[in-house]
């Protein structure tokens, strides 16, 4: 079964202070992704990467950036948080090309910004 | 951007059928997904369509796709109180990004209570 580990299922942070969110996966998958999940607005894509040091920028990457220095790490980093950025942010992982798309999602980091 | 809209909620008495409804803007979509969320936990792809398809069928569920109308549909028969659940409808297009089709776009999601 493919696994995929969210180190922080929950964090409380204050404003300005620097957010890391850690995302594992086991099966060797090329893609990887950030979404953070809002009442209302279901899920939106923040950054993917799609192989070691490559990134790509979603629908709402302000605010945001990410680290990919081995293929079965991505990292989401807040530089700076703000109250607004309070959500829970999703990890998931797929593999490349030539295949139906699934995403096999973390069970999700809940983050509070005070 | 690609949009993909569905409803809130949706309320459904145990033993009934529920009905969860999708529509998206992608005409050039691939593959349609449905994933379920339970409390607490992650989503969990329940089944997909590929867009050459107009319905599937698994167990319970029954998929339709109406690519006409870019609306699909998840029928779940005999809802049972573990259906509860949010349940996402996703599209994945043939466009944009430089390694390919890699992204998929979610809906809202649809609040699943079940009535005892």
């Known amino acids: 079964d493919v696994k995929v580990t969210q180190s922080s299922r929950y964090l409380v942070k204050r404003t300005g202070e620097k957010v890391f969110l850690e995302c594992v996966q086991d099966?060797?998958?090329?893609?990887m992704f950030w979404y953070r999940q809002d009442p209302g607005l279901g899920l939106r894509l923040i950054y993917f990467s799609y192989d070691v040091k490559m990134k790509e920028k979603g629908d709402i990457p302000e605010g945001y950036s990410v680290s990919r220095e081995k293929k079965e790490r991505f990292s989401l980093i807040l530089e700076s948080a703000s109250t607004n950025q309070t959500s829970m942010y999703l990890c998931a992982s797929s593999l490349g090309l030539a295949n139906t798309g699934e995403l096999f999602f973390g069970e999700g980091s809940r983050l509070t910004v005070l | 951007g690609e949009d993909v809209e569905q409803s809130l909620f949706l309320s459904v008495r145990e033993g009934d059928s529920s009905v969860i409804n999708c529509t998206y803007t992608d005409s050039s979509s691939t593959y349609l997904y449905w994933y379920k969320q339970e409390p607490g936990a992650g989503l969990q792809l329940l089944t997909y369509i590929f867009s050459n398809m107009d319905m599937k069928q698994d167990q319970r569920l029954t998929v339709l796709l109406n690519k006409k109308d870019k609306h699909l549909s998840l029928r779940i028969a005999d809802t049972q109180t573990g259906d509860s659940a949010i349940y996402f409808c996703?599209?994945?297009?043939?466009?944009?990004?430089?390694?390919?089709?890699?992204?998929?776009?979610f809906g809202t999601g649809t609040r699943l209570t079940i009535i005892p």
């Open positions: 996703a599209e994945r297009g043939a466009l944009l990004s430089a390694f390919g089709n890699e992204k998929l776009t």
């Open positions: 099966m060797d998958h090329e893609n």
